[in-house]
């Protein structure tokens, strides 16, 4: 199938999906009980299933009508067959050998296997070498014993696992021979594939409300000694033969190269969740007067104030800015992954590393850029129909599944400060941390030059990343590694942030030095990438003058040049944001529809409250009279 850019998918998709027989008719789902909500959202997640199905989609275009742009309008209150599609399945596809996959994957594509990714704990998320769910292998049944030693080893979170799934890898400490050999996947049975029942031994259900992605069907499990097949334990990377010898896999951390791929499409799709919340702002933020009059006697714009100006403007050249990026990251996965299934490892550290911060910076930027929205369209944005909370819900909720930001960050600190001592091994032609070994660029810092910001935002990283690789080296001898490690988390972290930042950054640089179709696009996207720039200083402004180069006057400069660069954005922003190519029914906002008809739109939705129904509801006798109030 040929690959289609972005824009295309979704024209594609305009037709596909919200003209799908099973789609196009949506209900309000506000006033649904769970129960209701989950039904809901499971019919209609089974009807995109089959649509990608019946399309022969590949990877690009599932992660297309995966993406959060899609499924606010197909799954609105989360899709509770997300970790099937974006984690089961592609674990099977990597982590299965060929055997595995011709025995599993057309029961999965035929439906009759629905899968989650079971790995955490109630005790252990973060920590996964501590997981304690153990899989002990006994060579003369030729299985595997699965048990949950007590509750706090319970599995908890699985996306798909509360009612839905009927199949899980799960992620368990394997035993053979008689020794520990670490965390290893094993496909395994939960429910009867006919009556949906669990299997003997299986404790499983869902663990109940979040803050939002309420019907993504969360769940709990416990083995109780549960016998698994030998042929189970996906067997790609390591292998338990039968009589329970054990190949090692060819590199120690195989079997964590789902997290990797889950965490670049987190990064890829958080971006649309952003660039719908700066529609809606963008959009609302024209429609909305308020304020003394002006001399034509209408009231401003909320838009041409200058504090909503620094609101909105901003999160859109991130939009820009960290799609670019992102989309990047995700053609890298695809070619690291090719190398990995071919049996060269040398460019996974990397890769790990960079996802880990990228996953980390962009839910991070994205969640306070989408609350910053949220605040910008004052009372109307704390509406649930403004969309704005379920957005945020979302976007944080990416700060936290698939491995918390803090940690992934030190992840990535780890692989730097290796970097910078010297000690790890020395980075590929086009890696991401060349900037380490060499001097640090010295471009003066002028306002107005983008390739003088780069380099700045070049020499914080430097400066952040080889200030703290010294102070770690210095407590080393002094203390114990845990300790000095611990010392320093705070800076690691800050040097890692400031790592994905430059990344981010070099990247569109070079995405705007590239685009050639139009001399109008590119004037745009350096206005953007100026934007972006100057509000990623005025962030981070005492880093800039500690390791930036910057003095307390290009500060000053760079201030002030950050508010005239918006009022330059502003009247592109309604362009910007049309250019998302986001139909109304993706968007689905009574703010941030593309006619403006705001207040139309919010008394629409208040007629859906059951609360209006009758002109005095049964309430007011049963419960104010009777309490004689
Ligand atoms: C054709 C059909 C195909 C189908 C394809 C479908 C495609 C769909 C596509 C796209 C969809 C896009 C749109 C959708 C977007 C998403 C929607 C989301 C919906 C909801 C989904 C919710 C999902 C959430 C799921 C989860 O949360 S699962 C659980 C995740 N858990 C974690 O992430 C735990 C975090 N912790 C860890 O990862 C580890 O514990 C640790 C912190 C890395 C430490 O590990 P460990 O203790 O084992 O490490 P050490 O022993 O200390 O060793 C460290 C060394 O190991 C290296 N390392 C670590 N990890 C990795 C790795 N992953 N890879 C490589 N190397 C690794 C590390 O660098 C150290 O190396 P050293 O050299 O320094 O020693
Ligand atoms: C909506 C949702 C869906 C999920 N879906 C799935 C799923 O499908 N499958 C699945 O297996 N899991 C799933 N999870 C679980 C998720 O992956 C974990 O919650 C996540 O990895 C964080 O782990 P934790 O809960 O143990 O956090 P913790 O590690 O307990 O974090 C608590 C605090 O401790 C800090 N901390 C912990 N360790 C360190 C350290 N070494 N250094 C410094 N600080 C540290 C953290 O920074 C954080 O501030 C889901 C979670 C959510 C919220």
């Not at 769910?133 to 299985?143: C, E, I, K, L, Q």
């Not at 350096?526 to 290009?554: C, K, M, N, W």
């Amino acid at each position: 199938m040929v690959s289609r850019n972005r824009s295309q998918v979704k024209d594609h998709l305009g037709s596909k999906v919200l003209n799908h027989p099973e789609l196009r008719n949506t209900k309000a789902t506000e006033y649904m009980s769970h129960e209701e909500k989950y039904r809901y959202n499971l019919s209609r997640a089974t009807a995109m299933l089959k649509l990608i199905d019946e399309e022969g989609m590949d990877v690009n275009e599932i992660s297309k009508v995966m993406s959060h742009t899609v499924s606010g309008f197909t799954t609105p209150d989360g899709n509770p067959l997300a970790v099937h599609q974006v984690m089961f399945v592609p674990t099977l596809m990597n982590q299965a050998d060929d055997d595995q996959v011709s025995r599993w994957l057309g029961d999965v594509f035929n439906g009759t296997i629905v899968g989650t990714y079971a790995q955490t704990e109630l005790s252990h998320g973060t920590f996964v070498r501590g997981l304690r769910t153990t899989a002990t292998y006994d060579p003369a049944s030729r299985t595997f014993d699965l048990h949950t030693p007590d509750v706090s080893a319970a599995k908890w979170w699985p996306g798909g696992l509360g009612t839905t799934a009927n199949h899980a890898v799960v992620m368990a400490q394997l035993y053979t021979d008689g020794q520990p050999r670490g965390i290893h996947p094993f496909m395994v049975a939960i429910r009867d594939r006919e009556t949906h029942r669990p299997l003997p031994g299986i404790t499983v259900g869902e663990i109940g409300p979040k803050l939002g992605q309420n019907t993504l069907n969360n769940g709990y499990l416990l083995f109780d000694h549960v016998k698994v097949p030998r042929e189970n334990m996906l067997m790609r990377n390591a292998r338990v033969n039968e009589d329970g010898s054990y190949t090692k896999p060819s590199h120690q951390k195989a079997s964590y190269g789902t997290m990797v791929f889950t965490r670049v499409a987190i990064a890829l799709d958080t971006v649309d969740a952003l660039q719908i919340a700066a529609t809606i702002a963008a959009r609302y933020s024209i429609v909305r007067r308020q304020g003394e009059p002006r001399d034509d006697g209408q009231e401003p714009q909320i838009i041409d104030y200058q504090t909503q100006q620094l609101k909105v403007l901003p999160h859109i050249a991130a939009c820009y800015v960290l799609r670019a990026s992102t989309a990047r990251l995700w053609e890298h996965h695809t070619h690291v992954t090719s190398e990995v299934r071919g049996g060269d490892t040398a460019l996974l550290p990397e890769l790990h590393a960079t996802a880990c911060c990228l996953k980390a910076l962009v839910t991070q930027d994205c969640s306070e850029a989408i609350e910053a929205l949220r605040l910008s369209c004052g009372g109307h944005g704390y509406m649930t129909a403004s969309r704005l909370p379920a957005l945020y819900a979302y976007a944080t909720a990416g700060a936290t599944y698939e491995g918390e930001n803090t940690v992934l960050l030190l992840q990535t600190a780890r692989y730097l400060v290796k970097q910078a001592g010297g000690s790890h091994a020395p980075p590929a032609a086009g890696s991401a941390v060349t900037y380490l070994s060499r001097p640090a660029d010295d471009t003066p810092f002028a306002v107005g030059s983008p390739a003088a910001y780069v380099a700045a935002v070049g020499r914080v990283a430097r400066g952040r990343v080889t200030e703290v690789a010294a102070a770690l080296q210095a407590d080393r001898q002094t203390m114990p590694e845990a300790d000095a490690w611990n010392q320093s988390l705070v800076q690691l972290v800050a040097a890692a942030l400031a790592h994905g930042r430059y990344f981010v950054v070099r990247e569109f640089a070079e995405v705007v030095s590239q685009q050639s179709s139009s001399r109008a696009i590119q004037q745009m996207l350096q206005l953007l990438f100026s934007v972006y720039l100057a509000h990623a200083v005025s962030r981070a402004e005492g880093d800039f003058i500690t390791y930036g180069g910057l003095t307390p006057s290009d500060i000053r400069l760079n201030r002030r040049h950050l508010l005239r660069l918006l009022a330059e954005l502003r009247p592109h922003m309604i362009p910007l944001t049309d250019a998302f190519d986001l139909p109304d029914r993706l968007i689905n906002s009574t703010l941030g529809a593309w006619d403006g008809d705001v207040y139309r739109r919010m008394f629409e939705q208040a007629s859906h409250s059951p609360l209006n129904t009758d002109e005095v509801p049964a309430s007011f006798h049963q419960a104010m009279l009777r309490s004689k109030l």
